[in-house]
């Protein structure tokens, strides 16, 4: 077997991998938080992506800025969607959630084509590093980014769930919503914020991702079936099992376009959810975070 | 109840003189055989999504299986059309059946991800298989359905003949939904545990609605797709089970006129907002937000209970 192929496509697994991990993660902090499985976290994604390409390209803004732009713009229609959409139907039940955050999907999508047309827009990077290259495999500049703003996100966040007062309000909603709420805890504040940062991750994992594949205003369901893959594979209610899944997935489809074929490399990451589904409905890794 | 019983005998009467009306109107007629096409799918869902209760996005996986039964069995195998119907049916019946047990113990959320899944895998499939399905640009000079010498070749014939199938296909929905299957159903909506402990075997009346709610949009897709002449993938993706789920809850998703009312708002309405056809899908996407958040039982549900407000104001 050749080897610097299969470093190969271990690079270009972690890298998506990472992207997915991102987002998934965003879709484990809302639902720990709220209960909800949010089928609008795509459009976070595209959101940021198709803001950081527009500014970058035709106002010229620095990319850095413009990122930043496209990541301010998710989080701010993650806190609108929480406040003005959820927070009103939390008494709803399960089944109309759903139906509410597929419609902001349908509708935040809808919008996006009207603003921005169908074509696919792309952006500059946001760091030149010189590519790692180990035994003839490349690890491009765009991966190192992702991959290093991946690391720090996460550090950034479990410290934030650990030493913060929010954070800690956050991981006590997660447990038990009804006890959070008796021992004094803004629930619906908590939501709103789960909401937003889980945007915030969102954006700017698409603000991330443009420099490499090209960012359309449709491809926001595409994205939210790849975070609740990730998610599910990794077990929606853990955070850490979700990034852990994203990176999975990353891995499981580069394996499969590489060795197996491109066209398939979809077919086979939705035969492992369903697959999983059926086995271990609580995601793979649920027993080893269990105790973290 | 009794009102409901009125409107199930209204609807065939309707049917059949609709076209003394709108018959010379080709726009018109091509309007009445889509709406009977969303109209026989949607009765499959609501089964499935309003009266028990569970969200699935399968319906577009379905709709395609039964679509390319019939296509390849006419174009590639010389079946007549209305055995490939059936065929559809049938195809797509089993696989629902064998795919409920598994599929339904999963909880909302996981089975709508399930289904998108499904729905999938089948797509990147038809797409794959080029030699047999034609690929990406799909099969082209489809057949028209036939019996006997008589050819449903004219949008008048297929008009009948959609809305015959729709007409059967509500009656079979209005019979379940009456039946102790639809009430039991109902049960499982309310409260699985419920359901279970009253006797109801969750599993099987289960298996069942998923079941019909895969014959249905099989048998529409095959409709669908011999009307038009051709056949693609890319009327079988997501976005179609999205628009079933819309046209739903827009109509009123818990019971069978909600589906009717529905499916003529989404046909009619795009003509409607032509002008600004721009704007149409946002137009779409505020309706299904809105009927979500204010209306939970659609608008057939608010025009019934808007109806039963009046009667009872006649009475006083």
Same mark, same amino acid.
């Given at each position: 077997?050749?080897?610097?192929?299969?470093?190969?496509?271990?690079?270009?697994?972690?890298?998506?991998?990472?992207?997915?991990?991102?987002?998934?993660?965003?879709?484990?902090?809302?639902?720990?938080?709220?209960?909800?499985?949010?089928?609008?976290?795509?459009?976070? /994604?595209? &959101? #940021?992506?198709? +803001?950081?390409?527009?500014?970058? !390209?035709?106002?010229? *803004?620095?990319?850095?800025?413009? @990122? =930043?732009?496209?990541?301010?713009?998710?989080?701010?229609?993650?806190?609108?969607?929480?406040?003005?959409?959820?927070?009103?139907?939390?008494?709803?039940?399960?089944?109309?959630?759903?139906? /509410?955050? &597929? #419609?902001?999907? +349908?509708?935040?999508?809808?919008? !996006?084509?009207?603003? *921005?047309?169908?074509?696919?827009? @792309? =952006?500059?990077?946001?760091?030149?590093?010189?590519?790692?290259?180990?035994?003839?495999?490349?690890?491009?500049?765009?991966?190192?980014?992702?991959?290093?703003?991946?690391?720090?996100?996460?550090?950034?966040?479990?410290?934030?769930?650990?030493?913060?007062?929010?954070?800690?309000?956050?991981?006590?909603?997660?447990?038990?919503?009804?006890?959070?709420?008796?021992?004094?805890?803004?629930?619906?504040?908590?939501?709103?914020?789960?909401?937003?940062?889980?945007?915030?991750?969102?954006?700017?994992?698409?603000?991330?991702?443009?420099?490499?594949?090209?960012?359309?205003?449709?491809?926001?369901?595409?994205?939210?079936?790849?975070?609740?893959?990730?998610?599910?594979?990794?077990?929606?209610?853990?955070?850490?099992?979700?990034?852990?899944?994203?990176?999975?997935?990353?891995?499981?489809?580069?394996?499969?376009?590489?060795?197996?074929?491109?066209?398939?490399?979809?077919?086979?990451?939705?035969?492992?959810?369903?697959?999983?589904?059926?086995?271990?409905?609580?995601?793979?890794?649920?027993?080893?975070?269990?105790?973290? | 109840?009794?009102?409901?019983?009125?409107?199930?005998?209204?609807?065939?009467?309707?049917?059949?003189?609709?076209?003394?009306?709108?018959?010379?109107?080709?726009?018109?007629?091509?309007?009445?055989?889509?709406?009977?096409?969303?109209?026989?799918?949607?009765?499959?869902?609501?089964?499935?999504?309003?009266?028990?209760?569970?969200?699935?996005?399968?319906?577009?996986?379905?709709?395609?299986?039964?679509?390319?039964?019939?296509?390849?069995?006419?174009?590639?195998?010389?079946?007549?059309?209305?055995?490939?119907?059936?065929?559809?049916?049938?195809?797509?019946?089993?696989?629902?059946?064998?795919?409920?047990?598994?599929?339904?113990?999963?909880?909302?959320?996981?089975?709508?991800?399930?289904?998108?899944?499904?729905?999938?895998?089948?797509?990147?499939?038809?797409?794959?298989?080029?030699?047999?399905?034609?690929?990406?640009?799909?099969?082209?000079?489809?057949?028209?359905?036939?019996?006997?010498?008589?050819?449903?070749?004219?949008?008048?014939?297929?008009?009948?003949?959609?809305?015959?199938?729709?007409?059967?296909?509500?009656?079979?929905?209005?019979?379940?939904?009456?039946?102790?299957?639809?009430?039991?159903?109902?049960?499982?909506?309310?409260?699985?545990?419920?359901?279970?402990?009253?006797?109801?075997?969750?599993?099987?009346?289960?298996?069942?609605?998923?079941?019909?709610?895969?014959?249905?949009?099989?048998?529409?897709?095959?409709?669908?797709?011999?009307?038009?002449?051709?056949?693609?993938?890319?009327?079988?993706?997501?976005?179609?089970?999205?628009?079933?789920?819309?046209?739903?809850?827009?109509?009123?998703?818990?019971?069978?006129?909600?589906?009717?009312?529905?499916?003529?708002?989404?046909?009619?309405?795009?003509?409607?907002?032509?002008?600004?056809?721009?704007?149409?899908?946002?137009?779409?996407?505020?309706?299904?937000?809105?009927?979500?958040?204010?209306?939970?039982?659609?608008?057939?549900?608010?025009?019934?209970?808007?109806?039963?407000?009046?009667?009872?104001?006649?009475?006083?």
């Amino acid at each position: 077997m050749d080897l610097s192929a299969a470093l190969q496509f271990v690079f270009s697994g972690i890298t998506i991998g990472a992207f997915y991990a991102f987002v998934a993660l965003g879709v484990s902090i809302v639902f720990s938080s709220s209960g909800i499985v949010n089928f609008a976290q795509g459009q976070f /994604v595209m &959101l #940021g992506g198709m +803001v950081a390409a527009t500014l970058a !390209a035709n106002a010229h *803004w620095p990319v850095p800025v413009a @990122m =930043l732009c496209g990541v301010v713009a998710a989080a701010a229609g993650g806190a609108v969607m929480a406040r003005l959409f959820v927070l009103p139907m939390l008494r709803a039940g399960e089944f109309p959630l759903i139906l /509410v955050t &597929l #419609g902001l999907g +349908v509708l935040i999508e809808a919008l !996006a084509v009207v603003f *921005w047309g169908t074509d696919p827009q @792309m =952006l500059d990077s946001l760091l030149k590093i010189e590519p790692l290259r180990v035994m003839g495999a490349t690890l491009s500049s765009d991966s190192i980014t992702i991959l290093c703003v991946l690391a720090i996100a996460l550090i950034a966040f479990t410290q934030f769930l650990r030493r913060t007062r929010w954070g800690r309000a956050m991981r006590a909603t997660a447990i038990d919503r009804d006890v959070a709420a008796s021992l004094g805890i803004n629930v619906r504040a908590v939501i709103v914020l789960s909401f937003t940062m889980a945007a915030a991750f969102g954006g700017l994992a698409g603000a991330l991702l443009t420099p490499i594949i090209s960012t359309g205003a449709q491809s926001g369901f595409q994205m939210t079936l790849k975070a609740i893959t990730a998610a599910v594979l990794g077990g929606v209610a853990s955070p850490i099992g979700a990034v852990a899944g994203g990176l999975l997935l990353g891995m499981i489809e580069a394996m499969s376009s590489g060795y197996v074929s491109s066209t398939y490399q979809n077919v086979i990451a939705s035969v492992v959810l369903i697959v999983l589904l059926f086995l271990r409905p609580r995601g793979l890794f649920t027993a080893l975070t269990r105790q973290a | 109840m009794n009102s409901y019983r009125k409107a199930g005998w209204l609807l065939p009467v309707v049917a059949i003189i609709l076209p003394l009306f709108i018959g010379g109107l080709p726009s018109a007629l091509n309007l009445a055989i889509l709406v009977g096409i969303y109209f026989t799918v949607c009765i499959g869902l609501t089964l499935i999504f309003g009266i028990g209760g569970q969200l699935s996005l399968a319906p577009a996986a379905f709709y395609g299986l039964g679509a390319y039964t019939s296509a390849l069995l006419s174009t590639r195998l010389g079946v007549p059309v209305l055995l490939g119907f059936v065929a559809a049916g049938v195809l797509c019946g089993v696989i629902g059946w064998l795919l409920a047990r598994p599929l339904l113990r999963l909880r909302a959320v996981y089975l709508a991800i399930a289904t998108l899944a499904f729905g999938d895998i089948l797509n990147t499939l038809i797409r794959a298989n080029s030699e047999i399905t034609g690929g990406s640009s799909g099969i082209v000079n489809l057949p028209s359905p036939a019996l006997g010498s008589f050819e449903f070749n004219t949008p008048l014939r297929y008009y009948f003949l959609v809305w015959a199938i729709a007409l059967f296909a509500l009656w079979i929905g209005n019979n379940i939904v009456k039946s102790r299957i639809g009430i039991g159903l109902r049960g499982l909506a309310e409260s699985e545990i419920g359901a279970a402990s009253c006797g109801i075997d969750v599993a099987r009346y289960k298996a069942w609605m998923f079941t019909i709610g895969a014959i249905l949009p099989g048998v529409a897709g095959g409709l669908l797709v011999h009307y038009l002449g051709f056949i693609s993938p890319d009327s079988f993706t997501t976005q179609f089970s999205i628009l079933i789920v819309m046209i739903l809850a827009v109509g009123g998703r818990d019971s069978l006129l909600g589906a009717l009312t529905g499916a003529i708002l989404v046909t009619v309405l795009p003509i409607m907002l032509a002008s600004y056809e721009k704007y149409s899908p946002v137009i779409f996407a505020v309706l299904f937000l809105g009927s979500v958040m204010f209306m939970p039982k659609g608008l057939a549900g608010a025009a019934m209970a808007a109806m039963s407000k009046w009667r009872r104001s006649r009475n006083d």
